[in-house]
């Protein structure tokens, strides 16, 4: 099982970003994936989640309103649409997801490599 990010990049303050994942791999269930972000020196925070079935979501309150978690559970995706960047929003930002493979019996913790943010002000 694989989880690969893309559309990092660099934005002025105001501007939009989106960043998408892909789960790939043999996958039988995914419950949630989300999206972190981690800046050095500081923790690995949570960005934003959704749980494939049923779609609910959840957002670190600092982009509430700015921030869009999205999913195609046919295609394995999890988008983060990003509007009204801010410098303060620069990190690397990691996708995450708890996966249950074909082979397995539990539901593990899956991370991408990580796609690199820049908003300048």
């Known amino acids: 099982v694989q989880l690969q990010a893309s559309g990092g990049g660099l934005v002025q303050a105001g501007g939009s970003l989106r960043l998408s994942c892909a789960a790939s791999?043999?996958?039988?269930?995914?419950?949630?994936m989300g999206w972190y972000r981690q800046t050095p020196g500081k923790r690995r925070e949570l960005v934003a989640a959704?749980?494939?079935?049923?779609?609910?979501?959840n957002y670190a309150d600092s982009v509430k309103g700015r921030f869009t978690i999205s999913r195609d559970n046919a295609k394995n995706m999890v988008y983060l649409q990003m509007n009204s960047l801010k410098p303060e929003d620069t990190s690397v930002y990691y996708c995450?997801?708890?996966?249950?493979?074909?082979?397995?019996?539990?539901?593990?913790?899956?991370w991408g490599q990580g796609t690199l943010v820049t908003v300048s002000s």
């Open positions: 791999g043999s996958i039988f269930s995914i419950n949630t």
């Open positions: 995450n997801a708890e996966i249950m493979a074909i082979s397995g019996s539990y539901y593990y913790n899956y």
């Open positions: 959704i749980i494939t079935r049923g779609g609910s979501t």
